[in-house]
């Protein structure tokens, strides 16, 4: 450990210790999202398991809630209900990364656990400079720094980031992604036999390819992995226009789905489609765990969206990491569930048989509450339907589209929507609350909204709305949520 590392290390130490007490006394942190113990959290990095623990390392600011010299911070568990905070994997020490330890990946080989990272690099003028970079380790808690093993090849600008590595047949892929030298996002793919040396091949695709037209300025976090017979390539693009219903916050995240030719560098896919539709989320990774499982996490925020405005601020901290969702392909779409050991968190079932209600506002009798989860199966919808959740955020269904509503975080007199069409109907919503978060599966997983809410903290009701008659169930159950261990 160099003595710049350490230095980091014991800066951010003091750190938490100097807030604790502001953060944990803030009503809205949270019982089962990942949170930083002081700072701005923002990317979920390197999720791996190892020697059956999980691995779910962030992007981690602790001097500020602002971006700047980002640490990697680290969570492990063996059953993703009880997590140890570890100390943070990586500092920004060094002189290929001393202004940010960027996001990236983690792979496992020989038995030793890889890192494989973006080091930001800015010279006394401001300019830019990028290297992949490489950390290793034995026992999954302390790394050893291997330096750079990616430099920045021609044809980009410095926007050359986030590093996501994987195995397929006897090679070793990266894909990073990029921006083109004529400001055209880009997903960037190379190649190597033994982890240090990488050839690159070029762009598998991007904006202005593949029949996409302009299509973002840059491409942040992908991610390339296989679901049934597709090959998925996830992405955060910048740079897109709303476009109706679709691309409503200011940096999106979505996947293509197709047919990926190493040998080539080439992708042939589809359209892109949006992962989440709620208000906060960015930067999802994924990885496929010992159960065979493709799981992902994601940021629950979005950068340079009134990021500042987040009560949150005021206790000296920001963002978390949405619940880890395993992914299946339907034979169309990628489906989005909750993973089964969530249900670990339950308590005892409230359960309600059929409720009916015509032109009317009412509470159901002990739903309410957070932290909560919900399940509600409709067995009739006439006209329009709505959750009102605690005289703050809103689930409303009407003319075969869903919208989610909150008073918007900057301007509180004015009231923020995310909406997406349902062509098939609203048939089902599965609801997560934790104290200051919402994420909302529909129809099985088809679509799903996540998102920040602060009501009041005092507040609990859940009320249920129907102009015309709507017919549903609802199961409810209180929430333990994870059992933390700091370390």
């Known amino acids: 450990m ?171 892929y990266m894909v990073i992604g990029a921006q083109s030298e004529d400001l055209q996002g880009k997903a960037a793919l190379l190649r190597s036999d033994n982890l240090y040396d990488w050839k690159h091949l070029g762009d598998i695709t991007g904006s202005g390819e593949n029949e996409l037209g302009s299509f973002g300025y840059m491409w942040e976090c992908p991610d390339v992995f296989r679901l049934e017979d597709q090959d998925i390539l996830l992405v955060s693009p910048q740079g897109l226009e709303s476009d109706g219903m679709d691309f409503a916050n200011t940096y999106q995240s979505g996947y293509f789905a197709g047919k990926l030719n190493y040998d080539q560098a080439e992708f042939k896919h589809g359209d892109f489609r949006e992962l989440d539709r709620g208000f906060e989320f960015y930067a999802p990774q994924t990885t496929l765990d010992e159960k065979g499982r493709r799981i992902l996490v994601g940021w629950m925020g979005v950068p340079d969206q009134y990021e500042q405005s987040h009560p949150t601020i005021e206790h000296q901290w920001i963002h978390c990491l949405t619940m880890p969702r395993e992914l299946t392909w339907n034979g169309s779409q990628i489906i989005q569930s909750p993973l089964e050991e969530m249900k670990e968190m339950r308590g005892p079932v409230l359960m309600h048989s059929s409720i009916t209600i015509e032109n009317d506002q009412k509470a159901v009798r002990g739903i309410e509450g957070r932290p909560v989860e919900l399940n509600i199966e409709f067995e009739r919808l006439d006209d329009q339907f709505a959750i009102e959740l605690f005289q703050y955020a809103s689930i409303s269904y009407k003319d075969e589209v869903l919208t989610l509503s909150r008073p918007h975080l900057e301007d509180k007199t004015k009231t923020e929507f995310r909406r997406v069409p349902l062509q098939q109907g609203l048939k089902q919503l599965h609801l997560f609350i934790d104290h200051s978060t919402l994420e909302i599966f529909v129809n099985g997983g088809e679509e799903v909204f996540s998102s920040r809410i602060y009501p009041q903290p005092e507040e609990e009701r859940i009320l249920f709305t129907s102009l015309g008659t709507s017919t549903f169930s609802v199961e409810q159950w209180k929430l333990g949520g994870y059992q933390w261990n700091d370390e």
């Open 2 to 172: 160099s003595e710049r590392d350490q230095e980091l290390r014991e800066s951010a130490a003091e750190e938490i210790k100097k807030h604790k007490e502001r953060v944990e006394s803030d009503p809205y942190r949270l019982s089962f999202h990942h949170m930083p113990p002081v700072g701005l959290l923002n990317d979920p990095n390197g999720l791996v398991q190892w020697n059956g623990t999980y691995h779910l390392f962030y992007q981690w600011m602790p001097f500020d809630t602002g971006h700047g010299a980002k640490f990697w911070g680290h969570y492990t568990s063996e059953d993703l209900m009880k997590w140890n905070h570890e100390k943070p994997a990586l500092t920004p020490s060094d002189w290929f990364d001393k202004n940010g330890v960027y996001s990236g990946s983690a792979i496992v080989h020989n038995d030793l656990l890889y890192l494989f990272y973006t080091g930001n690099v800015k010279d006394e003028n401001g300019n830019r400079e990028t290297y992949q970079c490489m950390a290793v380790s034995g026992d999954g808690v302390n790394f050893e720094k291997k330096g750079v093993v990616v430099e920045l090849p021609e044809g980009y600008t410095a926007h050359f980031r986030d590093p996501k590595v994987w195995k397929q047949g006897e090679h070793w």
